[in-house]
């Protein structure tokens, strides 16, 4: 498998900075900031395979993260506040692992 693993934080309107621990995909892979508390990886290479794609998130802080795949180019991150609200500036510390098996 294809996989990609990171430590994310995020504040303000900025896009999530990533430390990359591992990246195997091909085409290069961004981090942009969307709207508030949603936002996108996105794959240039189109290497996020339904339906092979799994994504694990965790949260450092403990906060409910939804975090999909819909498609073969983005991934997203929706992270909620401690009122169960998608919000901003809740992405502190944070791993992500996605993984697309052949």
């Not at 983005?74 to 169960?84: H, I, Q, R, T």
């Amino acid at each position: 498998y294809k996989v990609y693993r990171a430590l994310l934080n995020q504040t303000g309107t900025s896009a999530p900075v990533a430390v990359v621990h591992e990246n195997t995909f091909v085409g290069a892979l961004t981090w942009s900031y969307n709207d508030v508390g949603d936002y996108i990886l996105t794959s240039v290479g189109n290497e996020f395979i339904q339906p092979k794609t799994t994504v694990t998130y965790n949260s450092a802080r403990g906060n409910a993260v939804s975090a999909i795949n819909d498609n073969t180019s983005f991934v997203y991150l929706n992270p909620k506040n401690s009122l169960g609200v998608i919000d901003n500036n809740q992405i502190y510390q944070d791993t992500i692992e996605i993984r697309v098996y052949s």
